[in-house]
């Protein structure tokens, strides 16, 4: 059997081993993200810009049809870091054996939506009719491969949970690898187009979840699985829900305002605008992901500490990864900012306008990404605290209600119908809702603290 080695999260200083922990989280989350950039690239270079849309079209709704169910993953790795953390292996154990199950559930219940009703959720968004077919074509497709990425994401949150960043990162390394070669093959020899490239996604994400389930069940501590205890114990299932549940929500509504904001782009009626917002979404996301490893680094150190009732530690690690997060975000924001016509040009080959369309965007969403870092840093260390509704409320206030009501009021108005009025609805949101979580956050340490003084007296 493997041996297991682990970050201890609960002891000693935490600058140097929150580093330790996110950079192959950073890396990981790069790796994962190539995927779809894969597909953009791809197709951008063999089939033209239309393709490019209509895989970028599908974006937002993916995102909002998964994560209900990905934020379940999240709730499985808060219960296991804060069982970790107490020391209670059998807690831990049943965790596990109810979460694999559930990812593959979810993934059932996933193929069959996302198959059956990928065409009429595209046309509820407007999608233009020279890109909806390519776009239905790939859903249907992409949707064939969801319960391996439910299980690799259920799988990786375990790991992460016990200290281990190292092992999603080399699967991933594998699988990006053959993502990439089979991207390729399927679009140039098989002249696949977007199913191609969807299809190469699929076997790539199995082959990721297959090689995270085995280290898995070679691990011989707490979190080894064990494929005949596999079952779904209640009790863990309602804790899974408790923490995971909110967090799929608030997911899926942040989802439902982007899914408005494409549809208001979708609304210019111009593929060369869909299609340069598309390519600079991808360039984005390389920026996003790399953020959102200090969120998961926050979740999962504020889970163990907190599940050792190590209190005194939580701020710090907060302070900590804010102020990591934002460093990162504006030095590879504005960098990507600067790089963004050749960038750009790697996804779009036949339009100089859509290039264009994308510096627009990029210029939005580049230079204040950052605070849409620290919001969710924040989000973290409260999850990590298994306070899962209070960032819920907050982000369906914050970012959805204030996209939502910017676009059916601001960008409703005649003079202000354009596309730097859309994208400034972005930065606005992240800051009112970083204010208020932050806020949120240290009014449950409060809380703490005044219960742990009265139990002293």
């Keep these: 059997m493997a041996k297991t080695v682990n970050l201890d999260m609960c002891q000693g200083p935490l600058f ?27 197709v951008g270079r063999y089939c033209g810009s239309i393709s490019v849309a209509a895989v970028g079209a599908t974006a937002s709704i993916i995102n909002l049809i998964t994560n209900l169910f990905i934020g379940l993953a999240v709730g499985a790795g808060v219960v296991v870091a804060q069982g970790l953390g107490a020391g209670k292996d059998d807690e831990v154990q049943k965790t596990i054996h109810t979460s694999i199950p559930a990812a593959l559930i979810s993934g059932i219940i996933l193929t069959v939506v996302g198959i059956c009703c990928a065409k009429t959720f595209l046309a509820w968004m407007g999608t233009p009719d020279n890109v909806i077919g ?66 190469a996604t699929a076997i790539s994400q199995t082959l990721s979840a297959v090689l995270v389930m085995w280290v898995l069940m070679r691990r011989n501590d707490a979190c080894r699985f064990v494929i005949s205890k596999m079952k779904i114990y209640p009790h863990q299932l309602k804790r899974i829900m408790r923490v995971g549940l909110p967090a799929g929500i608030q997911g899926s509504l942040f989802a ?31 920026i996003f992901v790399m953020m959102n490893a200090f969120h998961q680094t926050a979740l999962n150190f504020t889970g163990q500490n ?24 504006l030095v590879c924001g504005a960098g990507l900012y600067l790089l963004g016509r050749p960038l750009l040009s790697i996804y779009i080959t036949d339009s100089a306008e859509a290039i264009e369309y994308g510096i627009l965007r990029m210029k939005f969403m580049c230079l204040s990404f950052f605070l849409c870092g620290m919001m969710d840093v924040v989000t973290g260390a409260i999850r990590g605290m298994g306070k899962s509704l209070f960032p819920m409320a907050i982000t369906i206030l914050g970012v959805c209600g204030i996209r939502i009501l910017w676009v059916y009021t601001v960008f409703q108005v005649p003079e202000m119908h354009t596309l730097n009025w859309l994208f400034i609805s972005y930065p606005i949101s992240w800051i009112i809702t970083f204010l208020a979580e932050l806020f949120c956050f240290m009014g449950i340490r409060r809380g703490q603290n005044k219960i742990l003084r009265t139990a002293e007296t």
């Design 256 to 286: 439902i305002s982007n899914v408005i904001i494409q549809s208001s782009i979708n609304s210019f009626d111009s593929e060369i605008i869909i299609s340069g917002n598309s390519a600079a979404m991808s360039i984005e996301s390389f």
């Design 16 to 42: 140097g081993k929150i580093i330790r922990y996110t950079i192959p989280i950073i890396l990981t989350n790069l790796l994962q993200l190539l995927f779809n950039a894969a597909d953009l690239v791809v």
């Design 134 to 199: 390519l776009s239905t074509t790939y859903m249907r497709v992409y949707f064939f491969g969801i319960t391996s990425t439910l299980v690799y994401n259920y799988g990786a949150a375990i790991l992460r949970a016990a200290g281990d960043t190292k092992s999603p990162l080399i699967f991933l390394l594998i699988s990006g690898v053959v993502n990439v070669a089979l991207n390729i093959f399927f679009v140039t020899v098989c002249h696949m187009n977007v199913a191609g490239v969807a299809l």
């Design 306 to 329: 907190y599940g050792a009732g190590k209190f005194h530690r939580l701020n710090r690690i907060l302070w900590l990864c804010l102020a990591c997060v934002a460093v990162l975000g």
